[in-house]
């Protein structure tokens, strides 16, 4: 089994800062990418930031400048620093990742977080 967990939301006020933490654990013999998603209230999902091995990431505009996507290959770790928050930045923030189980896998499985809230209110 796999398992994405997903830590570090809170109440921030505006212009503050977070940092999301997903771990990844279980069995995985390679994690191809990794992204941080978001579901406002009431709004659908949406891509915040992600990563593919060998890649640089790549950020949805309205975070662009203010969110840093980072992972850390060995610990099968992956953060996301929030800076300048906004109260449009409030959401359930999902961490999702491409994962080979087993080397003789033909392609990689998607594997969700169950989701850390971040509001962002004065």
């Known amino acids: 089994q796999v398992q994405l967990v997903e830590s570090g939301g809170g109440l921030v006020q505006p212009g503050g800062s977070l940092r999301l933490a997903c771990a990844a654990s279980?069995?995985?013999?390679?994690?191809?990418?990794m992204g941080w998603y978001r579901q406002p209230p009431g709004k659908q999902r949406e891509l915040v930031a992600h990563?593919?091995?060998?890649?640089?990431?790549n950020y949805a505009d309205s975070v662009k400048g203010r969110f840093t996507l980072s992972r850390d290959n060995a610990k099968n770790m992956m953060y996301l620093q929030m800076n300048s928050l906004k109260a449009e930045d409030t959401a359930v923030y999902y961490c999702?990742?491409?994962?080979?189980?087993?080397?003789?896998?033909?392609?990689?499985?998607?594997?969700w977080g169950q989701g850390t809230q971040v509001t962002v209110s004065s």
């Open positions: 990563i593919a091995n060998g890649g640089s990431p």
């Open positions: 279980g069995s995985i013999f390679s994690i191809r990418a």
């Open positions: 999702n990742a491409l994962i080979l189980r087993r080397s003789w896998d033909l392609s990689p499985t998607s594997y």
